[in-house]
């Protein structure tokens, strides 16, 4: 089942360090892992994906984001959400 949902975010970590390239395979890997466990379904990994998107927008002023750094992260996030939601639309 894990194998048919899309996973293909590397225009979007491409430019990432390897830490943050680490991280996002890991999270990924986890939310794709338990969905196909039937833990979380499609749409609660969107919802977390766009809580996290959310909480990003309200916290960046304070972590001392530059808005550059902001639109990045918020464009992983976005592209991880779209894959998702494409995984949603074929079920």
Request: charged share 20%; net charge negative; glycine share 8%.
């Amino acid at each position: 089942m894990a194998s048919r949902m899309s996973n293909d975010n590397s225009d979007a970590i491409h430019g990432l360090d390897a830490h943050g390239q680490a991280a996002i395979l890991l999270v990924e890997s986890l939310l794709h892992g338990l969905i196909a466990r039937g833990v979380i379904s499609v749409a609660d990994a969107v919802e977390i994906v766009d809580t996290a998107a959310e909480v990003k927008g309200d916290v960046s002023a304070e972590l001392g984001d530059s808005p550059a750094n902001l639109r990045r992260s918020l464009g992983i996030l976005a592209a991880i959400s779209q894959s998702l939601r494409h995984d949603l639309a074929e079920r």
